[in-house]
């Protein structure tokens, strides 16, 4: 059985305000909650075939498994649909396909790039393929300041006509925003949300974390946690969003952890969490989260073997007889 949830309509008044101005960015940053920036995103793997071509079937699979579930948003193109491995007609392909078979859910797509000019080129083609919102992180080569960092949001800002969440994810880009900068990108009039490293797992700790980012933040831009293992903590700590890894391959289990900790339900949001930490267990073990949902989307039958672009290389056997333990599938 699955869970049928409606996102937020609002009062269905049209207002009709000049861009740019404050209640502009207000009216956008409402309407984006309701998309991108509330609830629970579940991110899709980019599964590859051996030739390293994009498998647009298995992707229709995962986002439409995912939409059956009852996730609020999805999302593609982020760390865990392995982004910076694809060509920009490839990325182009995974979002086009994603929003066709999305059963009219919001899509959020990564438009992340090492130059701004690429950056700017998968903002075109993100917006054209429909997508309801971008996310960005700050990806570098030579190491950025914040100065830098800043201009790139403003200037990817500029070309939006969709909101923007911003990424913040240091353990992959190895860029760590500061306060300031997350302060200072927020006031950007497309900025929905900025999707922040893991909260601490101590639930009263992420609620400081929590409470002290609104205090920095405008009215209106959400904060959305990352790193599942985290998750729990963070929605009873009070963040507005859930980007999964989890919930574009077991969608069900992510959907289930997600409506407890939203509503408040501690006790049955701690369940859930409990029976989810071996596999958050096995995360660690194995350098993260992305070779282990793609072990587990090829022992479910999602994909095909072999699913990551190389260089990347999935889970060894001895690895994958312990993953087949731990999901109950021997």
């Not at 949830?5 to 404050?22: K, Q």
């Not at 995974?94 to 919001?106: D, I, K, M, N, R």
């Not at 073990?285 to 992305?290: I, P, R, T, W």
Request: hydrophobic share 45%; aromatic share 6%; glycine share 10%.
């Amino acid at each position: 059985m699955t869970t049928e949830v409606a996102l937020a309509a609002g009062s269905g008044h049209l207002l009709v305000l000049e861009p740019r101005s404050p209640q502009y960015s207000l009216a956008m940053r409402s309407s984006a909650a309701s998309a991108v920036a509330h609830g629970l995103c579940a991110f899709t793997l980019t599964p590859t075939t051996p030739a390293d071509e994009i498998d647009e079937r298995a992707i229709q699979t995962l986002v439409a498994r995912a939409a059956a579930a009852g996730v609020d948003s999805l999302g593609v193109l982020g760390s865990t649909g392995s982004y910076p491995y694809l060509t920009r007609d490839q990325r182009l392909r995974v979002a086009t396909t994603a929003v066709e078979h999305a059963q009219g859910l919001p899509v959020l797509v990564g438009v992340g790039a090492i130059a701004t000019r690429m950056v700017l080129d998968h903002v075109e083609d993100a917006q054209q393929a429909g997508a309801a919102g971008v996310l960005l992180p700050v990806m570098q080569y030579q190491p950025l300041t914040e100065t830098e960092a800043y201009g790139l949001f403003e200037q990817v800002d500029a070309n939006l006509s969709v909101p923007l969440v911003v990424y913040d994810n240091p353990a992959t880009t190895r860029f760590s925003f500061s306060d300031d900068l997350y302060a200072r990108v927020a006031e950007l009039p497309n900025v929905a949300a900025i999707k922040v490293p893991p909260l601490p797992r101590d639930r009263a700790a992420a609620r400081r974390r929590v409470e002290h980012l609104r205090g920095l933040l405008p009215a209106g831009v959400a904060i959305g946690v990352s790193g599942d293992a985290a998750a729990c903590a963070g929605l009873l700590g009070g963040a507005d969003a859930w980007y999964s890894v989890i919930g574009g391959t077991l969608p069900e289990r992510a959907v289930a952890l997600a409506r407890a900790a939203i509503g408040g339900d501690y006790r049955e949001a701690m369940r859930r969490d409990a029976e989810l930490a071996p596999l958050w267990g096995f995360f660690a073990e194995n350098g993260g989260s992305l070779r282990v949902v793609a072990a587990i989307a090829e022992e479910l039958g999602l994909v095909r073997s072999s699913s990551l672009p190389a260089p990347l290389r999935g889970l060894d056997e001895p690895a994958r007889i312990k993953l087949r333990a731990l999901l109950g599938l021997v």
